[in-house]
């Protein structure tokens, strides 16, 4: 799914890990995501601070759910590593641009 020029990705965002987290049929991670969904607007806040330091989302979900369509756990297990190691980048470059 891809959001519209001028559409946020928030909600397409949120879509996308709880469908995961649904498909993987684990109660503790259903639970994890159900209980960070709701504490407040991160994916809101994600995509600001992604848009601030131009990096963008897409490959990384679709290089997950290639390897879930796939039916390999080790390679999605490894992107979603990417995924969040890309995510604290992301979020620490923005914080560092803001020191300076």
């Known amino acids: 799914v891809r959001a519209?020029?001028?559409e946020s990705i928030a909600d397409i965002d949120i879509a996308?890990?709880?469908g995961i987290a649904t498909a993987s049929r684990n109660s503790a991670l259903l639970a994890l995501y159900g209980i960070l969904s709701t504490m407040g607007q991160q994916?809101?806040?994600?995509?600001?601070?992604?848009?601030r330091?131009?990096?963008?989302?897409?490959?990384?979900h679709r290089a997950?759910?290639?390897?879930?369509?796939?039916?390999?756990?080790?390679?999605?297990?490894?992107?979603?590593?990417?995924?969040?190691?890309?995510l604290i980048e992301d979020?620490?470059?923005?914080?560092?641009?803001?020191?300076?």
Do not use: Q
């Not at 080790?74 to 890309?86: K, L």
């Not at 979020?91 to 300076?100: A, H, I, Q």
């Open 16 to 18: 996308f890990h709880r």
């Open 4 to 6: 519209r020029r001028g």
């Open 43 to 51: 994916s809101e806040l994600f995509e600001y601070v992604r848009s």
């Open 91 to 100: 979020v620490t470059k923005y914080w560092d641009s803001r020191r300076d």
């Open 53 to 60: 330091v131009n990096a963008p989302y897409r490959p990384a």
């Open 64 to 86: 997950i759910l290639d390897a879930i369509c796939s039916h390999d756990p080790d390679e999605a297990e490894r992107n979603m590593i990417r995924h969040m190691d890309a």
